[in-house]
């Protein structure tokens, strides 16, 4: 693996909007209450590891005539039981249903720390898009500032005669555009900024804390030479697969035995 500097190097307000995402973000309150299905069902699985331990008691009252003279008689009598069991021997079908249950905690953590790094990657990259967005807003603007001041000078030279009708109307075209065009990338960053609220929980973020450009790390990542290796990072998804194939594996124990 190689260590690659992160923009929070020198872009340091994007660690808060990280850590905000992390705490306010559905998607990871979402997946902390399926970490807590799974590990209901780990404590479900593993019950049969424990003694097993149960009561009842039954109180009856019960009138009768027995047939000599006496008239009917009341009598009473309580009945109770106490029973306890343990698991000695299943031929490894308990301990393989706790594992399961346990495996299947092991894969929504798993999965929790998957989104985790996305949810954290995925607001990087909005705000470095942000930053692109912001940028692009001020070269429309620039540029439609250009159009405009020669507009002005085309209808000085249209009221001289100068030009032609055409032309002032190409002209006028062509400064509607840019008009246009320079409204639109700014409506764009606004519903991007709105959008970007909802990502981090930070409902005070505007664009006065977007910076004007992007700062490059001082860093630059260590180059491996060729044929070079340092490691071998598995995937997300392989390590949850190999989670998952461990539980059908135990599943098919079980039914076996």
């Known amino acids: 693996t190689v260590n690659v500097p992160l923009p929070e190097t020198q872009m340091p307000a994007i660690s808060a909007l990280v850590r905000s995402a992390l705490n306010k973000s559905p998607r990871v309150t979402q997946q902390d209450l399926v970490i807590l299905a799974a590990e209901y069902q780990e404590m479900v699985s593993s019950a049969g590891l424990y003694p097993q331990v149960g009561g009842n008691y039954q109180f009856q009252v019960r009138k009768e005539n027995q047939g000599f003279g006496a008239g ?11 029973s306890a069991s343990q698991a000695v021997w299943y031929w490894g079908t308990v301990r393989a249903t706790a594992r399961i249950g346990e495996l299947g905690t092991m894969i929504e953590k798993q999965n929790l720390a998957g989104a985790r790094r996305g949810l954290a990657v995925e607001v990087r990259d909005a705000f470095l898009a942000l930053i692109v967005q912001k940028m692009g807003v001020r070269n429309s603007q620039y540029s439609d500032s250009l159009v405009q001041d020669a507009l002005k000078r085309q209808e000085a030279r249209f009221k001289a005669s100068e030009i032609t009708q055409a032309e002032i109307n190409d002209a006028r075209l062509h400064s509607d555009e840019s008009s246009l065009a320079a409204e639109r990338a700014a409506s764009n960053l606004e519903f991007a900024i709105r959008a970007f609220r909802r990502l ?58």
Do not use: C, M, W
């Open 200 to 257: 981090t929980g930070v409902d005070s973020f505007g664009e006065s804390e977007i910076p004007d450009k992007i700062i490059p790390p001082d860093v630059e990542p260590p180059k491996l030479a060729p044929g070079e290796s340092r490691g071998y990072l598995k995937s997300e998804a392989l390590f949850v697969n190999d989670l998952r194939l461990q539980q059908a594996n135990l599943g098919s124990k079980i039914n076996r035995k």
């Open 72 to 82: 009917p008689l009341t009598a009473t009598r309580s009945l109770y039981g106490l």
